[in-house]
């Protein structure tokens, strides 16, 4: 009975700020959609009762009238996006109320705030895994217009090359972007005085080069403020550089050097690329970055047996592969709850990664061949 009137009361709140929105007084529409905005923060329960109620649809329509005030089209454009950081759901009638034309259409706007609100509800709902991607790429003046707004400001950047590096799923879609002036436009933004910008520029290059010959020999010429854009990657990948930064860098370097872009022997993969993966395998990085440094180091060197014998004598990369089959350990199943779901999830990644590095290290030479037994049988025992 208490759930219920509890209910109730939220569903009466709700359809109070829904209201409000049909008002014939332009403030009060405006003091209501700013009100709505505080009350769905951090509220996924709110967000889902107002997607319900009708919201969308009038926010959109209020967000793309031109006799509505460009700070009303703007708070509308920050609801939307804050509606699009709940459940999958609240995205899936997002986009079911084609939300996605509405903003990219708003990105013609000349006002800077504006665009930003817009792109920022955009990034949202592209980084959401039941968005379809290919919605990006239906109106061909799309990729265009958003190169075009790269240079507005640094969170046009952001968000942009956010939106790009998720939605860059297929071979048709690195063609569209590099024959849109991907690269030029995006490689300035690496010594960007932004984090956010740099990485997100680097997880564009990543996507971009990946399985991408075209790309990747391109790349090699790039000059970023006088100086290659391996070169770039490489500080990318030091020490002193966030483990996202290093590890994203590494991939770049590896996917060139996978499209025959850069030599196996280069400096830059044997004496930078290649430690910095072995380095990211070691049991002190989280569980997902040691996944992801033993996925893409066995990507770099499955082909080659020179890379396969350098890695099996770097840092005992072999029995440091033994940790991996160590999850969830009894340590965390007694102190740490959280940290134990945390293991369980990761346990089957961490498995399967460690087993692909190892079929990667021994796929060639008989001598490594003849390490990596003795490594799983180490693991099969622990």
């Known amino acids: 009975m208490l759930y219920t009137c509890e ?3 939220v569903t009466a709140t709700s359809r109070h700020y829904v209201d409000r929105l049909f008002d014939p007084d332009p ?11 505080n009350a769905v923060i951090g509220n996924n329960k709110q967000k889902a009762n107002l997607i319900v109620l009708g919201a969308v649809p009038r926010l959109l329509y209020l967000l793309q009238q031109s006799s509505s005030s460009m700070e009303l089209r703007t708070e509308c454009a920050v609801v939307l996006g804050s509606l699009a950081m709940g459940t999958e759901n609240n995205i899936k009638s997002l986009v079911d109320c084609h939300i996605i034309p509405a903003l990219l259409q708003g ?3 000349p006002d800077l705030v504006f665009i930003e609100a817009c792109l920022r509800c955009l990034r949202t709902v592209f980084i959401s895994p039941v968005t379809p991607v290919q919605l990006l790429y239906t109106d061909p003046t799309v990729i265009p217009h958003l190169m075009s707004l790269l240079s507005n400001s640094l969170r046009t950047q952001e968000y942009i090359t956010q ?3 998720h939605c860059c799923k297929t071979p048709e879609h690195q063609t569209i972007l590099f024959n849109h002036g991907a690269i030029q436009n995006i490689a300035p933004l690496l010594i960007s005085p932004s984090y956010k910008v740099r990485m997100q520029a680097l997880k564009c290059f990543s996507v971009l080069a990946y399985e991408n010959t075209q790309v990747s020999m391109t790349l090699v010429n790039v000059l970023v403020d006088g100086e290659l854009l391996t070169q770039v990657f490489v ?6 550089q966030p483990i996202e930064m290093q590890l994203t860098a590494a991939k770049c370097l590896t996917y060139m050097c996978r499209a025959s872009a850069i030599r196996t022997d280069d400096s830059c993969i044997v004496l930078k690329t290649l430690p910095c993966l072995v380095r990211m395998c070691s049991k ?3 569980l997902e970055e040691r996944v992801e440094g033993a996925e893409t180091l066995a990507y770099l060197m499955e082909p080659d047996v020179e890379l396969q014998r350098i890695a099996s004598t770097t840092d005992h990369l072999v029995a440091m592969l033994a940790d991996y089959f160590k999850y969830p350990s009894s340590v965390s199943a007694i102190t740490d709850i959280k940290r134990l779901d945390h293991d369980l999830k990761h346990a089957h990644e961490l498995r399967q990664a460690a087993f692909k590095l190892y079929a990667s290290l021994g796929s060639n030479d008989e001598e490594i061949r003849k390490k990596v037994p003795s490594g799983l049988r180490l693991c099969l025992l622990m």
């Open 7 to 9: 209910m109730n009361e």
């Open 284 to 286: 002190e990085h989280l």
């Open 235 to 240: 500080k990318m990948m030091q020490r002193d």
């Open 27 to 37: 403030q009060k529409v405006l003091q209501g959609v700013i009100d709505m905005k």
């Open 163 to 165: 939106i790009f590096s």
């Open 107 to 109: 990105l013609l706007s």
